[in-house]
Structures are given as C-alpha cells and as structure tokens.
C-alpha cells in the first residue's frame, strides 16, 4: 500500500505539472506577440500556434537512425523481428528456417546442405508445439486465420477473434465441444464486436461445422465471457450487398433511408438484420428504376425470397407506398 507521505509527493507533483502546463498555455509568442504557445501531441514540442515558431524542442527521438525511403530499404536495414502476434500459438516469438536454399549473401547452398536444411525445417516444425494442447490452440488459431481470409476480415479484427479464444481457453469452455464451433463462434464474435458486418450464414459457408451449431456455441462463449455486444445494424449490410448488385450510389442512399424510416416505426424489433436489408435494397432498386429480382437479391443476401417478400410489404406500407 501507499504511505501518506508518497501519495501526498505524488499529489504534490501531479498538481506542479498542472500549473506547468497553464502557464505554458498561458505563455505568449515572443517573435509574433500574438500567437499562444502550446504543446505538440506528437513530438512533445512547444510551439506557437500563430507564427509556428518552436520554443522548446526538447523530445527524444525513440526512431531508428537510419532512414528509409522504400519498403525494400525498410526491410534491408532493420534489424528487428516482427511484432508479436495473437494469431500465433507461440504469438510470433520462435524462430523460422527460410523455405529458400539460399545463404546469407543469396547463393544457392550445396545439396548436402540443403538436405541438412530440410532435416532442420521438419525438427523445427515439431518443436514448435510441446503438448497436444499448443497443437490444438494452433490448428484454432489456423483455422481462424483461414476464415477471415475467405471472408475478406482485417487483420485487427483477427486479432481479436484470437483474443477471445485464448480466454474461452483458459475458463475451459473448449471442453465437450469442437475446436472448429469455438474458432469459428469467436470470429462471429469478434466481427461483430467490430463492426464487420458477416452474418451467421456467411460464416457457415466457410467453416467445417454447421450453422446451428456456431450459433449454439456462440451464445454459450458469449455469455460465459461476459461479451456485450450491440444488436447488429442492417444498414451496415446495404454497401456490401450493394456493391455486389452493381447498383448505384442512389440505391444505397434510399436503402439507408428506408431503413431507418421503417426502424423509428418499430418494424426492426425481432428481424433479420440481413433479411431486413435485403428487403430494403430489393424495395429502394424498384423506386430508383433499377429493379433486381428477389432472386439476385436473395443470393446476394443468403437469405429466402419469403424473407423478402415479406419484409418488403411491411417497409412499404409503412413507407406509405403503393406498390
């Protein structure tokens, strides 16, 4: 714990950095007289906001001190590693063996060498995993890379799927279920908790388990993890869907609009966020004169022509169009 006294000198401190900081404000340029100096966010300098002169440049470069003008330069003269990673069972920090037989100046090695080489990549192969559980957490983290990859997902948003499968790890939520449901729940999970919009359907298309199963699994982590997620907007669907329409800009503005006309009255409350916007694509290409067929819309969508035709009755009476 904290003595009195030490938290009476941070107090002490904290409270002189303050007034450092409103008499530096308070300060005014000496060159122009009419400027305020103030303090840069990124290199920590003190400058006037009138005239740009700098007062103080007191900052540390924590940058290399080499420069680079291009990625190959970057690469050639840095010399550190990547950056640690969550999509990695072992986050990046191992070494690899280079695919290439090559040496260090970029000749071609000798065939006994090259024999010596592939011995040491195979070694390096199985060392990497010490127990059958890192071999699971990596086929996981595999399997989740390979989907985001199919599915187009930044690479942040994998970051965070992965996150989330190291916890539903460690509380042992993994047990009595299939490796593949849990890594495919937690990229659902972590898309939406991003805010990519990819729909249950979407993901079950590249996964090996099926739909009732991600969604079963899904619940189960997010409500065993504490995850808050925010029900998922339909308008965040409208550009993808339209895009892959070919319809224009026009479109997508008198979706959103039917959307969110149709929201306020309450329509939304109990709907497929996918269905809904389909709905609201296929009703806003009929009035812009750009018709497409529930059909396409459908198959865009993943969802049935039911869910459309329904949908699109609701909206336009609500709308007060007659169709």
Same mark, same amino acid.
């Given at each position: 714990?904290?003595?009195?006294?030490?938290?009476?000198?941070?107090?002490?401190?904290? !409270?002189?950095?303050?007034?450092?900081?409103?008499?530096?404000?308070?300060?005014?340029?000496?060159?122009?007289?009419?400027?305020?100096?103030?303090?840069?966010?990124?290199?920590?300098?003190?400058?006037?906001?009138?005239?740009?002169?700098?007062?103080?440049?007191?900052?540390?470069?924590?940058?290399?001190? =080499?420069?680079?003008?291009?990625?190959?330069?970057?690469?050639?003269?840095?010399?550190?590693?990547?950056?640690?990673?969550?999509?990695?069972?072992?986050?990046?920090?191992?070494?690899?063996?280079? =695919?290439?037989?090559?040496?260090?100046?970029?000749?071609?090695?000798?065939?006994?060498?090259?024999?010596?080489?592939?011995? @040491?990549?195979? =070694?390096?192969?199985?060392?990497? !995993?010490?127990?059958?559980?890192?071999?699971?957490?990596?086929?996981?983290?595999?399997?989740?890379?390979?989907?985001?990859?199919?599915?187009?997902?930044?690479?942040?948003?994998? #970051?965070?799927?992965?996150?989330?499968?190291?916890?539903?790890?460690?509380?042992? @939520?993994?047990? *009595?279920?299939?490796?593949?449901?849990?890594?495919?729940?937690?990229?659902?999970?972590?898309?939406?908790?991003?805010?990519?919009?990819?729909?249950?359907?979407?993901?079950?298309?590249?996964?090996?388990? #099926?739909?009732?199963?991600? *969604?079963?699994?899904?619940?189960?982590?997010?409500?065993?993890? *504490? @995850?808050?997620?925010?029900?998922?907007?339909?308008?965040?669907?409208?550009?993808?869907?339209?895009?892959?329409?070919?319809?224009?800009?026009?479109? !997508?503005?008198?979706?959103?609009?039917?959307?969110?006309?149709? !929201?306020?009255?309450?329509?939304?409350?109990?709907?497929?966020?996918?269905?809904?916007?389909?709905?609201?694509?296929?009703?806003?290409?009929?009035?812009?004169?750009?018709?497409?067929?529930?059909?396409?819309?459908?198959?865009?969508?993943?969802?049935?022509?039911?869910?459309?035709?329904?949908?699109?009755?609701?909206?336009?009476?609500?709308? *007060?169009?007659?169709?």
């Amino acid at each position: 714990m904290t003595s009195p006294a030490r938290q009476r000198q941070r107090d002490l401190e904290s !409270t002189e950095s303050t007034e450092q900081d409103q008499s530096t404000h308070e300060r005014a340029c000496e060159e122009c007289e009419s400027g305020t100096l103030v303090k840069s966010q990124d290199q920590g300098e003190l400058v006037c906001d009138e005239c740009g002169l700098i007062v103080e440049g007191s900052n540390i470069d924590r940058g290399p001190e =080499w420069r680079a003008f291009n990625h190959s330069e970057r690469q050639n003269k840095s010399r550190v590693g990547a950056p640690t990673t969550q999509t990695m069972h072992d986050k990046g920090l191992t070494t690899s063996i280079d =695919w290439k037989n090559q040496d260090a100046y970029g000749r071609s090695i000798s065939s006994d060498k090259r024999s010596q080489m592939r011995r @040491l990549r195979k =070694w390096q192969e199985r060392i990497r !995993t010490k127990d059958a559980g890192e071999r699971n957490l990596q086929f996981a983290l595999s399997e989740i890379d390979r989907m985001a990859s199919s599915l187009a997902i930044p690479r942040s948003v994998r #970051e965070v799927a992965c996150v989330i499968y190291r916890r539903a790890l460690d509380e042992d @939520l993994i047990r *009595g279920r299939s490796i593949e449901g849990v890594a495919t729940s937690t990229l659902y999970a972590a898309c939406r908790m991003e805010g990519i919009p990819r729909s249950l359907e979407e993901v079950a298309t590249v996964s090996r388990v #099926e739909r009732k199963e991600i *969604g079963r699994t899904y619940r189960y982590v997010a409500q065993e993890l *504490g @995850l808050e997620m925010a029900p998922v907007d339909p308008k965040k669907y409208v550009p993808r869907f339209c895009s892959d329409l070919e319809l224009s800009e026009e479109v !997508t503005a008198k979706a959103n609009e039917i959307i969110d006309t149709t !929201t306020e009255k309450g329509l939304l409350s109990g709907k497929s966020p996918t269905g809904y916007a389909a709905a609201a694509i296929y009703a806003a290409s009929l009035l812009c004169n750009e018709k497409k067929t529930q059909r396409e819309v459908a198959d865009v969508a993943q969802v049935t022509e039911v869910t459309i035709r329904n949908r699109y009755q609701e909206q336009i009476e609500a709308m *007060g169009i007659h169709g």
